[in-house]
């Protein structure tokens, strides 16, 4: 456990990215079923939220040895076969609840920062 | 052969790195991640103009640097400490039975509860045999069989009928019986081989959960010399059995 000092910005959001990338993968999951490559680029579109793609594939392998995703193969019109990732009941359950206290949290959040601004 | 171009020569050299970077990580998590990591730029090239060296670069910047990548991995991985109970299990499994077969239920306990071994090698070690390498002689002693003459014979009298049946193995050509053997001694000594090829990764190969599909692992001096000392088992076995079948 490393205590949070001022000035430890980056830290702080490298910890918080990790944190809340594993759910935005699972939200990613809810409309569809996707591989690795589509999952990252989505996630390289939003802002802030990937520093290196490569760090999405060992996050993927997490999820899926903690039964949150499945995989299977599906064949490719443009080259090998791919994994695709799929949510598990359990992983629908555990990206509710993240939302409803991510909400909570990032509500509390807000209003004591702009209270102070 | 298809010639590289300079982008492929980048792309491999990443990859160079990347599985350098690597080595330090379970090989089969590592090969699969660098699959992975092959797969994510051959994605990502279909829609970059081809050619476009800087484009290749930028995409190699965007997947992260090798060392980076081999740390975010490390970090996913649990590492499993391999206890004493697991080195035990495999000769627990092969040798235990002669230890009043006790020492084989042990095993058995080792085998089951631990997390080091697939539901396929579990069962391999239970099934191949009960009892492991006493379970050979069990089996030699139900499927050996027996020759057996009825028929009169006293002293003094010329023997009218003597009518000889053969069971079991006997019934085979001596080359069937010999393979039967070799298989019946080389199977446990086998499935201890395999239990301790398991345990020599130290990790639960989590790419491969059924266990199906063997990976090729680094292998330790410690296993190296295990393995020496499983043939010389082997080969001995081989050589006790040929004097008995022989005899």
Same mark, same amino acid.
Request: glycine residues 20%; negative net charge.
């Given at each position: 456990m490393s205590y949070m000092v001022v000035g430890g910005t980056d830290k702080l959001l490298a910890q918080m990215r990790r944190g809340a990338i594993e759910y935005c993968v699972l939200a990613l999951l809810m409309s569809k079923d996707r591989y690795g490559f589509e999952i990252t680029r989505e996630l390289s579109a939003?802002?802030?939220?990937?520093?290196?793609?490569?760090t999405v594939y060992p996050l993927l392998t997490r999820l899926r040895n903690d039964g949150l995703v499945d995989t299977y193969w599906q064949e490719s019109t443009e080259g090998p076969p791919r994994r695709y990732y799929r949510i598990t009941p359990s992983g629908k359950r555990a990206l509710k609840s993240f939302i409803d206290q991510w909400a909570r949290f990032r509500d509390s959040v807000d209003t004591i920062l702009s209270k102070e601004r | 052969m298809k010639e590289l171009t300079t982008s492929d020569r980048i792309v491999e050299e990443y990859l160079d790195n990347l599985r350098d970077a690597l080595r330090s990580v379970n090989p089969s998590r590592a090969k699969e991640f660098v699959a992975e990591i092959k797969q994510h730029i051959a994605d990502a090239r279909a829609n970059l103009v081809p050619g476009d060296e800087v484009a290749i670069r930028n995409l190699l910047e965007r997947i992260g640097s090798p060392i980076a990548l081999a740390n975010e991995l490390e970090e996913t991985e649990t590492p499993r400490t391999v206890g004493g109970m697991d080195r035990a299990t495999p000769w627990l499994i092969a040798f235990? $039975?002669?230890a009043f077969g006790f020492g084989w239920f042990v095993g058995l306990y080792g085998l089951w509860t631990s997390k080091t071994w697939h539901i396929w090698d579990k069962l391999l070690g239970t099934i191949?045999?009960?009892?492991g390498l006493l379970g050979t002689f069990y089996l030699f002693v139900a499927f050996a069989g027996s020759e057996n003459c009825h028929g009169v014979s006293r002293l003094?009298?010329?023997?009218?009928a003597l009518s000889c049946s053969s069971q079991g193995l006997?019934?085979?050509p001596r080359a069937f019986q010999f393979l039967t053997g070799f298989v019946m001694v080389a199977a446990p000594i086998f499935t201890m081989f395999r239990l301790n090829e398991v345990l020599a990764? $130290?990790?639960?190969?989590e790419s491969n959960r059924r266990g199906i599909r063997l990976v090729k692992s680094r292998r330790s001096a410690r296993t190296r010399t295990s393995t020496h000392v499983v043939w010389i088992i082997l080969a001995l076995m081989v050589l006790f059995f040929y004097i008995f079948v022989a005899a």
């Open positions: 939003a802002n802030e939220l990937v520093t290196s793609e490569g | 235990g $039975g002669f191949i045999w009960p009892g003094g009298q010329v023997v009218a006997l019934v085979l990764r $130290g990790y639960v190969d």
